[in-house]
């Protein structure tokens, strides 16, 4: 796991034109969602990195599967995306964790990795894996 914060301020103290870039409206596009020969959301394009103009948070939107996203297709962002895969694979604030049964994560949709899972063969025991999506950040109290 990765907190996007942590990799914005390695690529800002990297190379700022690449943050530049991933900040571009226009630097990956989401493809269409079709169900059915039905279009169920339009293609939508947008930045990797955007700031929230209500709170002011910092959010970043990126997957690193590629039947999932598109990229602008310009030297920069070429060079600003192999810049978040090598952080992304080598960032010294990377938390690794190996959940045991019966454990989860609450977050905010931190950047993660995921290793193939294999059922135990006698059938005793399965994977059962939750996740729900919202879209408004986790907030707290000021007098927490």
């Known amino acids: 796991m990765l907190d996007h914060e942590m990799v914005y301020m390695q ?16 630097v990956m596009v989401v493809p269409a969602n079709i169900s059915n020969k039905r279009v169920v959301r339009q293609a939508e394009s947008g930045p990797v990195f955007i700031v929230d103009s209500e709170t002011g948070r910092l959010n970043m939107r990126y997957s690193a599967r590629p039947q999932n996203i598109g990229w602008k297709n310009d030297a920069l962002s070429k060079r600003a995306l192999n810049l978040v895969r090598e952080i992304l694979m080598d960032s ?33 025991s399965s994977r059962l894996y939750y996740r ?9 109290p000021d007098n927490l």
């Open 11 to 26: 690529i800002r103290d990297t190379d700022a034109d690449s943050l530049v870039a991933l900040m571009d409206s226009g």
């Open 132 to 140: 729900a999506r919202y879209y408004d950040a986790i907030t707290f």
């Open 92 to 124: 010294e604030y990377i938390a690794k964790q190996k959940l045991k049964s019966g454990q989860g994560i609450v977050c905010n949709n931190v950047l993660h990795g995921r290793r193939a899972f294999v059922d135990d063969p006698t059938g005793e």
